[in-house]
């Protein structure tokens, strides 16, 4: 798995697809893009795959590439950033 890519993975009886960031302790940790902080570790044996294309309703189909996951982790990266900027605003 590379850093930023889709992956889906099993959260309990639900199918969950977040951003992969990277390996904790042989864990997988994940981010939704529209989440402030990233999930708990993901256990490797709950992963079901990666995204490689996405299907919209119109019935069009489009890869996701590079470009899509160096998106991703800018937004992801955005979120993280603002949070604790908030969050250094509130202490003051």
């Known amino acids: 798995l590379k850093r930023g890519e889709l992956v889906v ?4 009886k639900i199918l969950v697809c977040h951003r992969f960031l990277g390996r904790v302790d042989g864990a997988l940790k994940t981010q939704g ?5 990233p999930d708990n570790p993901v ?8 995204v490689t294309r996405i ?6 189909s489009s890869r996701v590439g ?3 996951r160096w998106k991703g982790l800018t937004r ?3 979120r993280r950033a603002k949070w604790k900027a908030d ?3 509130r202490k003051r």
């Open 87 to 89: 969050r250094l605003i």
């Open 9 to 12: 993975f099993k959260q309990g």
């Open 76 to 78: 992801v990266a955005f």
């Open 66 to 68: 590079r470009l899509a």
């Open 55 to 60: 299907l919209r309703s119109s019935g069009r």
């Open 43 to 50: 256990h490797a044996s709950n992963l079901v795959g990666r």
């Open 33 to 37: 893009d529209n989440l402030w902080n």
